[in-house]
């Protein structure tokens, strides 16, 4: 089956009817369904041009967070004094690092993926929502080769692993869902908007702080709690850590916050790409 | 609604905002403004396409011609969903494939076979479907062992031919292609364009826009012609053929006076083709009077054009170079006085200069020709730097089939009149059509 109608289908006389009219029709979750083959392409290109462009390939993911905990090692552990509790400095920045790193470099480049496809978007159809979610998938592969280095890390402390990891993949996955409506909504707006080039990287670089990469949460008082965990990643990072490194789960309140935030963001970011999608080729 | 039409559309129309399609915003402008930037008053408005209305029958190969910003696209990628219209409603049924540009989904960091299961997806197949016609999309391009190479490593010819023979293997019952013709060398060419008819003749629908009206006409059961967004004549291939050359260039016989000051040029204008008359005549006279058809071309014809140059200075030209082209945009004669060093530069003085080109011998197949002429120092090609004034076409020359009494009556004549003769870049040219075209230009400043 090549794809499914965008617009209005039917079946009249045994032959499929395909609708064209000015009218926007319903998020095409069907032919979303259909075209995934197409996104598995999307992720496997993302993943080979990587790898085949850079010279150390795969180690990009180690290299990075294993640079990042070693400056908030020394400005945060040891000239700052962030306490930790039992956990060192640098397995802790490093855990927080992991899922920031994830979160930050996909979406930036999901926000640029229209832009970077810009002849595809322009010349073929297919579901435009397939482009910034598939490098948000390719990131999982870094997420993961990460994660290695932070079972090394994490064994090195003689830190043992406990049944909490199973509530790894669901932290991981609050990330996720943040980062593609987060995902979807920039890239639409840079289509539209060049600015939102320059915005991105400044955004994110303020949301780390506000974010528990460097510090622990619960240094936030909590009264401020629920207020913080509008913030999803906040509460990502805090239940990663409580997988991980057996630090303190954060209140209820927060995550429930946090789960409720990213799913409007899930929602609103495929209505307000679905909205704008129509007129991407106009403006490219 | 016909009952075994495929596409039905009706009264489509989409509107730009000016400004919309090649700007896009900034976040600024949209603080500044408020809400005023939502209005759309006081904003231009274009209609790309205005109530278009065809339909297209099953196993139809339709053409749509028209000129560059009539809408043809526009109309392609509506029908191919990329952008939606703003009024009107199409039906469309079965599966639809659209190829509106080979090779855009192409990366060059993957090889070959990459890049054919990368390119497939996205133009709609499953991965089963192009693991089943690999071979055959590789046979077709002709690139076995180049399949593991990086696409960066290709030539141009290598991965257009690629590209098209991926496009060429989507299987759809209605296809929307635009421009893929133009790929390869022009033996390849020739195997698209076979590949082309053979999909037409294989009963799936076809809708099929190419500036190559030959090929238009050779792949085409009906045409459709748009000019400024509207549909202006939908019928058989060779009426809208037609109706698209009238609108394109009036074209021009013997004794036409023809202004050029208003035509789309090239170059630095300080120097400019104002005027030219055409005159022909059987090859030994100057102009033949009193016959019927006096204003009629044939081939063998002595044809002289005499143009007004004005020149803002006086000055030296290196070149004065005369083109002549199908009008599908092979260049079948490019005559060049910089190649005659018995004429030596020109000079023209400032103001009104006329010049005379005369081809002693005129050798074409009927039908229309572009003609081109240009003037250029230093010496160019056709587009290129040093260009002071060119216009490809000048006009458009109608040959006509010759009467027998005219026809092929001994060898050509070399003539010596004037200031030199210069010897056709291109003395024999093998043109599509059959022809055999020679030339000498002779040319005489006044």
């Known amino acids: ?42 992720v496997w290109r993302e993943l080979k041009i990587r790898y085949k462009q850079t010279a150390i390939g ?9 640079v990042a905990m070693a400056i908030f090692s020394v400005i945060f552990g040891r000239l700052v004094g962030v306490e930790t509790g039992s956990v060192p400095y640098a397995t802790f920045a490093l855990t927080g690092l992991i899922l920031w790193i994830f979160f930050a470099n996909t979406v930036g480049q999901a926000s640029n993926s229209l832009l970077d496809n810009e002849r595809i978007v322009s010349k073929v159809y297919f579901p435009r929502l397939l482009l910034p979610v598939a490098p948000i998938l390719a990131g999982l592969l870094d997420l993961l080769i ?39 909504v920039l890239s639409a707006l840079n289509v539209h908007f060049r600015d939102v080039k320059y915005v991105v990287p400044f955004m994110l670089q303020v949301w780390m702080f506000a974010s528990p990469v460097v510090y622990p949460s619960d240094t936030v008082p909590d009264a401020w709690r629920p207020l913080y965990a509008i913030n999803p990643v906040s509460s990502a990072i805090a239940m990663f850590r409580w997988s991980v490194l057996g630090s303190p789960w954060p209140p209820w309140s927060a995550v429930g916050v946090s789960v409720a935030v990213a799913l409007i963001a899930l929602a609103v970011g495929v209505r307000v790409f679905h909205r704008a999608e129509g007129t991407f080729a106009d403006v490219l | 609604m016909s009952s075994d039409a495929v596409i039905t559309a009706t009264e489509l129309g989409k509107r730009y905002q000016l400004g919309e399609r090649q700007q896009y915003g900034a976040l600024r402008d949209v603080l500044a403004g408020g809400f005023r930037r939502r209005s759309t008053s006081g904003r231009e408005e274009l209609w790309a396409l205005r109530d278009v209305s065809f339909t297209v029958g099953d196993g139809e190969v339709l053409g749509i011609i028209g000129r560059n910003g009539a809408g043809k696209s526009t109309l392609l990628k509506i029908l191919s969903r990329i952008t939606m219209p703003t009024v009107g409603e199409v039906r469309m049924r079965g599966r639809i494939g659209s190829l509106l540009e080979v090779g855009s989904g192409f990366h060059p960091e993957l090889t070959g076979t990459e890049n054919v299961f990368l390119n497939g997806a996205i133009l709609g197949m499953s991965r089963h479907e192009i693991r089943a016609k690999l071979d055959e999309i590789v046979a077709f391009a002709e690139m076995d062992a180049f399949m593991s190479t990086p696409v960066k490593h290709y030539s141009v010819g290598m991965f257009m031919r690629l590209a098209f023979a991926v496009a060429a293997h989507l299987d759809a019952e209605i296809l929307v292609v ?11 060419q020739q195997k698209c364009l076979a590949k082309m008819g053979e999909v037409a003749r294989s009963g799936r629908s076809v809708l099929f826009v190419s500036h190559n009206l030959d090929a238009t006409l050779a792949l085409c059961d009906r045409g459709i012609v748009l000019e400024a ?11 809208a053929v037609d109706t698209y050359r009238r609108m394109a260039g009036v074209t021009t016989r013997s004794g036409d006076q023809l202004d050029l000051s208003g035509l789309d040029r090239e170059g630095t204008g300080e120097a400019r083709f104002e005027s030219a008359r055409i005159d022909a005549g059987a090859r030994s006279e100057p102009a033949r009077h009193g016959a019927d058809d006096s204003a009629a071309v044939h081939s063998g014809d002595r044809l002289t054009i005499t143009v007004d140059i004005d020149a803002a200075e006086a000055q030296s030209v290196a070149s004065l170079g005369l083109t002549v082209g199908t009008e599908g945009g092979l260049m079948l004669l490019n005559l060049d006085s ?65 009467p027998p009494s005219v026809r092929g009556d001994g060898s050509p004549e070399p003539s010596g009149t004037g200031r030199g003769t210069v010897a056709t870049a291109a003395p024999v040219v093998h043109h599509g059509a059959g022809s055999l075209v020679a030339g000498a230009m002779v040319v005489e400043c006044h």
């Open chain 1, 1 to 42: 089956m090549l794809w499914h109608p965008w617009t209005a289908v039917s079946t009249v006389d045994g032959h499929r009817w395909t609708v064209i009219t000015p009218n926007r029709p319903p998020v095409p979750w069907r032919e979303l369904w259909a075209r995934r083959e197409l996104l598995g392409f999307l």
């Open chain 1, 58 to 66: 795969a180690a990009w993911a180690i290299f990075q967070p294993l």
């Open chain 1, 146 to 184: 990460g994660s290695a280095l932070l079972i090394g890390v994490v064994m090195l402390d003689a830190n043992p692993f406990t049944w909490r990891l199973v509530v790894a993949p669901l932290a991981v996955s609050l990330g996720v869902a943040t980062a593609v409506g987060v995902g979807l």
């Open chain 2, 178 to 188: 635009d421009e893929v013709l133009a790929v390869g060398d022009a033996r390849f």
């Open chain 2, 229 to 239: 967004g509207e549909l202006v004549y939908d019928g058989d291939t060779r009426s």
């Open chain 2, 338 to 402: 910089a190649d005659a060093p018995a004429i030596g530069p020109i000079a023209l003085s400032a103001g009104r200069n006329r010049l005379t080109l005369t081809l002693p011998e005129l050798h074409l197949a009927p039908g229309r020709y572009r003609v081109g002429l240009r003037l250029a120092n230093p010496v160019t090609t056709r587009i290129g730097s040093g260009a002071i004034d060119l216009l490809d076409p000048a006009f458009v020359l109608q040959v006509d089939e010759a």
